[in-house]
Nanobody, 112 residues
Framework: QVQLVESGGGSVQPGGSLRLSCAASRSMNRMGWYRQAPGKQRELVADITSGGSTKYADSVKGRFTISRDNAKNTVYLQMNSLKPEDTAVYYC?????????WGPGTQVTVSS
C-alpha cells in the first residue's frame, strides 16, 4: 500500500507560477503528475524515476520541471508560464507492479 499526499495547488494569473509537491509513504521508483480538466481524459504531465530520468507532455515542455528528493520520498512539479489551458486537477501517481496509486488531487486554476 502506498499513500500519496499532494499540496501546492491554487489560483494564479496567466504567466504565473506554482509549485506542487507530493509526498509518498515509502520509496518509489517512478513518480509522476497527471492532470484532468473538466470534460477531458486524465493525461500525463511529467514523470521521473529514482535515477532522475524525466518525461514530459509536449504541452508543458520548457515550462514545467519535475524533480524529486529521494530522501523525503517527495516529487515536485514547478510550473512556470502558466496558461489557462493548464487549469485542471493535478494528481500524483506511482505504481507498484501493475497497481496504480493516486493522490486525492489538487486544483490548479489559471485565470485572469
Amino acid at each position: 500500500q502506498v499513500q500519496l499526499v499532494e499540496s501546492g495547488g491554487g489560483s494564479v494569473q496567466p504567466g504565473g507560477s506554482l509549485r506542487l509537491s507530493c509526498a509518498a509513504s515509502r520509496s518509489m521508483n517512478r513518480m509522476g503528475w497527471y492532470r484532468q480538466a473538466p470534460g477531458k481524459q486524465r493525461e500525463l504531465v511529467a514523470d521521473i524515476t529514482s535515477g532522475g530520468s524525466t518525461k514530459y507532455a509536449d504541452s508543458v515542455k520548457g515550462r514545467f520541471t519535475i524533480s524529486r528528493d529521494n530522501a523525503k520520498n517527495t516529487v515536485y512539479l514547478q510550473m512556470n508560464s502558466l496558461k489557462p489551458e493548464d487549469t485542471a486537477v493535478y494528481y500524483c501517481n506511482t505504481q507498484v507492479m501493475v497497481r496504480q496509486y493516486w493522490g486525492p488531487g489538487t486544483q490548479v486554476t489559471v485565470s485572469s
